[in-house]
């Protein structure tokens, strides 16, 4: 089981809709870029967001998820969230890569011209 500090701080919290033997189902909303196969964390925020689960989203159906409960401390309940940490970006989707790309880029033909 993972420590509650290897969660990320970032990370965007869902409500948990149901709760059934092993799994839990939620709505990811806007979050598009929630995926199955992800992992996410139920947390208990009545302490301070303790851990309760690691969960892995198994399948999405409609507008609605559902993560399977693959370890546990205690019993997940309705009265928990869902935590999941967004995927980084990749480098060639970054805006600061591609600013620093094009200043580089003038920056050469500049000196290149002024070489001459």
Known sequence: MAPASSIPRDAARFEIDAVDDSTARFRPQESQWVRVGMSAYAVDPVNRDALVARLRIKSMNGS?????????????NTSHFLLIARPAEPWWRARHFWWGAAAGGALGAAAGTLAK
């Open 64 to 76: 609605a998820m559902t993560a399977l409960v693959t370890s546990q401390v205690g019993r997940v």
